[in-house]
Structure formats: structure tokens, C-alpha cells
């Protein structure tokens, strides 16, 4: 004796959808498939080449002022550090400005490579985001265009069937040719969540490149007097004179008028004075 089909059966789904809708169905179904797959390829590429950029930037700050030149500096960051090749840069603008026979002011020759430099890294950052902000944008789209065609295939079905169709029959192909929609957008949102989110973190690490490009700049054209000096080691060094001389002179802070440069008050008279 046959085994009866489960009451609970669903003669409905993604397969039969597709199946129904032929090969434009198939056809928008692998397009929404690939898109995501590439989102979340971009997306995973994209963090780890931020988190590289981001530890660099640690790196830096936590050891790359110490060396006493610019190339002792640079040897000791990776070969493939953004930071290094910033710093690499900048080292080869200034001897090759030596070189130019009409040369231009020296510190806009090493600030224009500098912002060059910069730009690259930038742009290879930004790599991969006009796919991630293609699909966001179209991916809707696409499943709706795959809604469309099923519901067009599913109503000549019926209406070629004669008589009068029931909203049993109705409401199976045209659910069926709804998943598409909901394909698209289940494309679409982490498309435009992983953009929104790289993005802003590309952002950050701009800022941190374009303070570092600034302070190698400042560096180069003071010839290596203008260092940039971070809270831990000048807070330390001074904090024992602020507590000494009372006063709350901050490190990198100007010098105030009747103050010596340790903070202690000045002796000297004032120069109408004098």
C-alpha cells in the first residue's frame, strides 16, 4: 500500500519558485547569489587590510619617534607597512629634490608626495567599496525584477488553465515568486552595512595617516627638531617639575610670559624693564 504524503507537505518553495519562473527566475537568482558572496568577501578582506593598517599605527606610535633618523626609524616597520612607505617617500623626495634643475620650494616638493603617498594608500583602502555600494543599491531591485517575471509566469499559468481559479491556487505561485524580493534584500542589507561600516573605518585610519604625513613633513622641514611627543613619555618627565615648582605648565604647551622652560617662575625682569 502507498505511503500517503504528510498533511503538513509544502508543495511551495525556493526550487519551485525558480522552476516556475524559468531561466530568468535562475538567471536573477545566481546574480543575487554572486553579490552576496562577493559582499562578504570584500567585507572580510577589507577588516583584515584595516586591522594591518590599524596595528601599524600602534607600532608607530608606540616606538617609531624613539630611533634618531628618519631611516633607522623606517627599517624597522614592516616592508609592507602603509606607514613605512609614507615614511620611504618622503625620504626619496627630499633627495631627489637636490636633483631638479629648476627645484621647487623644498617643503612643497616633500608635501605634494606626501599627499600622494597618502592618496594611494587611500585609494587602496577604498578598493572593492563600489561593488559593496553597487549591490546595497540594486540588489532590491534585482529580486524585484525576479518577483515581477514569476508573478507575470504564475498568472498566464493560471489564467491558460480555464475556469475559475480559487485563492488556493493564487496565493501558491504568486508567494512563491515573493521570495525573490526577499532574496534581493536579504543581498541588499549587508551590503549597505558592511559599506557604511568600512567606510567609517577607512575614515579613522585616514586621519591617523594624514597626523603621521603631518608630523614627517614637520619633521623633515625643521630637520629633524620637530618631533611629535605623546602624552605617556612628556607627561612623565614633567609631571615632577609641575609638582615642584606648583605650577600646571602642560607639555607642548606654549611658553607662558615670566616662566622658564621648566615651568619654574622666571627671575629675569620683564624687558620694559630693563
Not at 525558480?18 to 570584500?42: A, P
Not at 525584477?145 to 504568486?174: E, H, M, N, Q, W
Not at 512563491?176 to 585610519?205: D, F, H, Q, S
Amino acid at each position: 500500500m502507498a505511503t500517503p504524503a504528510p498533511a503538513n507537505a509544502n508543495p511551495y518553495g525556493l526550487m519551485q519558485a525558480l522552476h516556475e519562473g524559468g531561466i530568468i527566475s535562475w538567471t536573477v537568482f545566481i546574480v543575487l547569489v554572486i553579490m552576496s558572496v562577493g559582499t562578504f568577501y570584500i567585507l572580510f578582506t577589507k577588516l583584515m587590510q584595516q586591522q594591518k593598517i590599524i596595528s601599524q599605527g600602534r607600532k608607530v606610535r608606540a616606538s617609531f619617534w624613539n630611533a634618531s633618523n628618519l631611516r633607522e626609524a623606517s627599517a624597522k616597520l614592516d616592508n609592507k607597512s602603509a606607514y613605512r612607505a609614507i615614511v620611504d617617500d618622503a625620504l626619496n623626495a627630499q633627495e631627489q629634490h637636490d636633483k631638479l634643475d629648476d627645484p621647487v620650494d623644498r617643503h612643497d616638493w616633500i608635501a605634494n608626495t606626501l599627499a600622494r603617498s597618502q592618496g594611494s594608500i587611500g585609494a587602496r583602502l577604498g578598493e572593492g567599496l563600489a561593488f559593496l555600494a553597487t549591490v546595497g543599491s540594486t540588489a532590491p531591485f534585482i529580486g524585484l525584477f525576479g518577483t515581477v517575471i514569476g508573478i507575470y509566469r504564475a498568472l498566464i499559468k493560471l489564467g491558460s488553465s480555464g475556469g475559475t481559479p480559487g485563492i488556493d491556487k493564487v496565493a501558491g505561485p504568486v508567494g512563491e515568486a515573493l521570495i525573490m524580493t526577499a532574496l534581493g534584500l536579504v543581498v541588499a542589507v549587508p551590503a549597505v552595512l558592511a559599506y557604511n561600516w568600512l567606510v567609517r573605518r577607512n575614515k579613522n585610519i585616514m586621519e591617523d595617516l594624514g597626523a603621521f604625513t603631518n608630523d614627517v613633513n614637520g619633521y623633515l622641514a625643521s630637520g629633524g627638531k620637530v618631533k611629535p611627543r605623546f602624552g605617556g613619555a612628556a607627561t612623565k618627565t614633567s609631571a615632577p617639575v609641575a609638582r615642584a615648582t606648583g605650577t600646571t605648565q602642560q607639555p607642548g604647551e606654549p611658553l607662558r610670559t615670566g616662566m622658564t622652560p621648566t615651568g619654574a617662575q622666571s627671575t629675569r625682569p620683564p624687558s620694559g624693564d630693563r
